[in-house]
């Protein structure tokens, strides 16, 4: 695999990734958002993706680009990482690694599937996959509306599939109940990991 120029010798970064997953609907975007004060006083970065959706309809901080852009994007080198979920493409760019080789953790909004690969990109980065109660999830896919009720069925099925496997290390944060208490979950999740003092 080839490896970034701005990769230490031995392939590590001196930062660490730290790499939020969690089904659609669960609260990944809020929890970034609720977070992203207290995440800067620890000098943790926020990559902010580039999404093949229009800004209007992102829902999150982050850069919306055609199909075309995407593509051009990605030939010219862009993306540290990138993959194809629900029909959009993703990417984080490439500026994370100088980033990490310079000492900061960064945090990025990722992909479930992508993961394996992520890891052995990243093969530091700490996985946190946050969590929802089924009805919980369901409410508030149901309250986003950008689903039909057979398209959130599917998504419902597929996150049952996916709870409880973690051969990969995950960590796994509950967001069923009030955002700030999953703010200060997290933070003492990575004060455990020993990402924060």
Not at 36 to 41: E, G, I
Not at 131 to 138: G, Q, T
């Amino acid at each position: 695999m080839q490896h970034d120029a701005s990769e230490n010798r031995n392939g590590l970064h001196a930062g660490r990734l730290i790499y939020l997953v969690g089904p659609s609907g669960s609260g990944k975007d809020s929890l970034i958002e609720a977070a992203r004060t207290q995440l800067a006083a620890h000098d943790i970065r926020i990559a902010r993706r580039v999404i093949t959706r229009s800004a209007e309809a992102l829902g999150e901080h982050a850069h919306g680009v055609s199909i075309g852009r995407f593509e051009h994007l990605l030939r010219e080198g862009a993306f540290s990482m990138h993959w194809r979920a629900n029909g959009l493409a993703y990417g984080i760019p490439v500026g994370i690694d100088g980033w990490l080789n310079a000492g900061h953790h960064v945090l990025v909004n990722g992909s479930r599937g992508y993961l394996p690969e992520a890891c052995l990109r990243y093969p530091r980065l700490l996985a946190i996959c946050l969590e929802v109660a089924p009805e919980v999830l369901r409410r508030r896919l149901e309250e986003r509306g950008r689903e039909s009720p057979e398209e959130i069925e599917g998504r419902m099925s597929r996150n049952a599939r996916l709870q409880g496997e973690n051969g990969l290390g995950v960590r796994t944060l509950d967001n069923s109940g009030a955002l700030q208490e999953t703010v200060r979950a997290l933070l003492g999740l990575l004060r455990e990991e020993a990402v924060i003092a």
